[in-house]
T-cell receptor, first 113, second 116 residues
Framework: GNSVTQMEGPVTLSEEAFLTINCTYT??????LFWYVQYPGEGLQLLLK?????DKGSNKGFEATYRKETTSFHLEKGSVQVSDSAVYFCALSDLSQGGKLIFGQGTELSVKP | GAVVSQHPSRVICKSGTSVKIECRSLDFQATTMFWYRQFPKKSLMLMATSNEGSKATYEQGVEKDKFLINHASLTLSTLTVTSAHPEDSSFYIC????????????FGAGTRLSVL
């Protein structure tokens, strides 16, 4: 079945450091890929998405490229801020499976001043 | 656009009581809503898929008599935790999607349920 695997956290960085959170997926069809962010005590916010191979999603300085050849969708940001501290979830949605979202386990990011 | 409101944000109840959580799509019609449960420092677990005007589809291992879901209109779905017990304490999150964009879900802010 479909699945998503993320790098384990927590990830601790200093402000202005470069961020990479790895995400790989397994899917039988042609899924759409997402990154969601969850701030403490809140629900999930869609950060960015990509719907087909080679698409690049970007938002708020974050970006991720849908790589079909490596089945990956790694999240990157060139210079993190303290306000980026949150839990990040990689997810896929496969319409052939009813469009259910399948989440990775989440990666906690802590950015120190 | 695409705002989902979830209420209440936090509820504390006594063991044995029932609790209702509402999920509303404020500026769009949601033919499908989803209910998730999230344990501390864990990912989201899909509990059920709720389609307007029909019975919810529950994931394996989720008790349908324990977690009652009603989706009576295109903008409202409710989750009722019946006869709540301390083990039901958790963070419950709903999401909704538009009929024309089945691969995108918009999430509510979540409800923290604490059962004493």
């Amino acid at each position: 079945g479909n699945s998503v695997t993320q790098m384990e956290g927590p990830v601790t960085l200093s402000e202005e450091a470069f961020l990479t959170i790895n995400c790989t997926y397994t899917a039988t069809g042609y899924p759409s890929l997402f990154w969601y962010v969850q701030y403490p005590g809140e629900g999930l916010q869609l950060l960015l998405k990509a719907t087909k191979a080679d698409d690049k999603g970007s938002n708020k300085g974050f970006e991720a490229t849908y790589r079909k050849e490596t089945t990956s969708f790694h999240l990157e940001k060139g210079s993190v801020q303290v306000s980026d501290s949150a839990v990040y979830f990689c997810a896929l949605s496969d319409l052939s499976q009813g469009g259910k979202l399948i989440f990775g386990q989440g990666t906690e990011l802590s950015v120190k001043p | 656009g695409a705002v989902v409101s979830q209420h209440p944000s936090r509820v504390i109840c006594k063991s044995g009581t029932s609790v209702k959580i509402e999920c509303r799509s404020l500026d769009f019609q949601a033919t499908t809503m989803f209910w998730y449960r999230q344990f501390p420092k864990k990912s989201l677990m899909l509990m059920a898929t709720s389609n307007e005007g029909s019975k919810a589809t529950y994931e394996q291992g989720v008790e349908k008599d324990k977690f009652l879901i009603n989706h009576a209109s295109l903008t409202l779905s409710t989750l009722t935790v019946t006869s709540a017990h301390p083990e039901d304490s958790s963070f419950y999150i709903c999401s909704a999607r538009l009929a024309e964009a089945k691969n995108i879900q918009y999430f509510g802010a979540g409800t923290r349920l604490s059962v004493l």
